[in-house]
T-cell receptor, first 114, second 109 residues
Framework: KAGVTQTPRYLIKTRGQQVTLSCSPI?????VSWYQQTPGQGLQFLFE???????NKGNFPGRFSGRQFSNSRSEMNVSTLELGDSALYLC?????????????FGSGTQLSVL | SQQGEEDPQALSIQEGENATMNCSYK?????LQWYRQNSGRGLVHLIL?????REKHSGRLRVTLDTSKKSSSLLITASRAADTASYFC?????????FGRGTSLIVHP
């Protein structure tokens, strides 16, 4: 079974630009969660999508958005990038059928905002 | 906000020694999970312990859970250089696992 795939692996953007990150979950998984990881704040939950619907949302500004497609692949978008958005963005998938299942993580997208 | 907090923030030991990391949390939980992260990579699930369990083993890993103290510990026995990584606990706050800031473990060969 293929694991969770995140693309691209590295990304460099400048302030004010927007960026789209992609996540393909494990086959059969319908839930995709996104996390932002920075050295100072650790892992912060962004949002979770299940069957194309946002099911849970963290405490991030509206510049951070996401969506999920019918094949469970998910994208997250960050508009009007700020220097503080530089982080490792991780997605994780589960079947979504039960609460608090084991998460399967991708390798992440390292975003640098200059 | 972090539900679980790991302690210590950093731990440096010699190969062959045991490593113990602790996790404290604030609200009641259904289960607690431990994950490992190698530098700059995704997290890998290690073990899940449910609130009605007190101890769980997996290979060289031993996890304990004390719900009265709202704390858990992860013990890695006979550590190896390959165990060098960051370790996170995750608690089931609001349906989604919520992570602490992690313990950075360095095992010197």
């Amino acid at each position: 079974k293929a694991g969770v795939t995140q693309t691209p692996r590295y990304l460099i953007k400048t302030r004010g630009q927007q960026v789209t990150l992609s996540c393909s979950p494990i086959s059969g998984h319908r839930s995709v969660s996104w996390y932002q990881q920075t050295p100072g704040q650790g892992l912060q939950f962004l949002f979770e999508y299940f069957s194309e619907t946002q099911r849970n949302k963290g405490n991030f500004p509206g510049r951070f958005s996401g969506r999920q497609f019918s094949n469970s692949r998910s994208e997250m978008n960050v508009s009007t990038l700020e220097l503080g958005d530089s982080a490792l963005y991780l997605c994780a998938s589960t079947s979504g059928d039960a609460t608090n299942e084991k998460l399967f993580f991708g390798s992440g997208t390292q975003l640098s905002v200059l | 906000s972090q539900q679980g907090e790991e302690d210590p923030q950093a731990l440096s030991i010699q190969e062959g020694e045991n490593a113990t990391m602790n996790c404290s949390y604030k609200t009641s939980i259904n289960n607690l999970q431990w994950y490992r992260q190698n530098s700059g990579r995704g997290l890998v699930h290690l073990i899940l312990i449910r609130s009605n369990e007190r101890e769980k083993h997996s290979g060289r890993l031993r996890v304990t859970l004390d719900t009265s103290k709202k704390s858990s510990s992860l013990l890695i026995t006979a550590s190896r250089a390959a165990d060098t990584a960051s370790y996170f606990c995750a608690t089931d706050h609001s349906y989604i696992p919520t992570f602490g800031r992690g313990t950075s473990l360095i095992v010197h060969p």
